[in-house]
């Protein structure tokens, strides 16, 4: 079983920044790929970034340029920086992995970005 726990989310200023962690623990041999989706009320969760075991990475129209994926394989954790955040941006943040070939879901951590 893998778990995974999100972290780093909160309330910020429109304009500001937030680094979201995703820390993974349980049986874990080789995660091959990590994800940050989001959910905002009344909507579908959505793509916002990923990485693969190789370090290759891919986002979503609307976090190019301003977020940051990146993976510390040592640590099994993943991180998302986001700047120049948008009112737009606040939503449910969820990390996701996939180990041997199984995906896994965080609990989800909440951003909220005023204006």
């Known amino acids: 079983q893998v778990r995974l726990v999100e972290s780093g989310g909160g309330l910020v200023q429109a304009g500001g920044s937030l680094r979201l962690s995703c820390a993974a623990s349980g049986s874990i041999f080789s995660i091959s790929f990590m994800g940050w989706y989001r959910q905002a009320p009344t909507k579908e969760r959505e793509l916002v970034a990923h990485?693969?075991?190789?370090?290759?990475?891919n986002y979503a129209d609307s976090a190019k340029g301003r977020f940051t994926i990146s993976r510390d394989n040592a640590k099994n954790t993943g991180y998302l920086q986001m700047n120049s955040l948008k009112p737009e941006d606040t939503a449910v943040y969820y990390c996701?992995?996939?180990?041997?070939?199984?995906?896994?879901w965080g609990q989800g951590t909440q951003v909220t970005v005023s204006s």
């Open positions: 990485i693969n075991g190789g370090g290759s990475t």
């Open positions: 996701s992995a996939i180990v041997l070939g199984r995906l896994y």
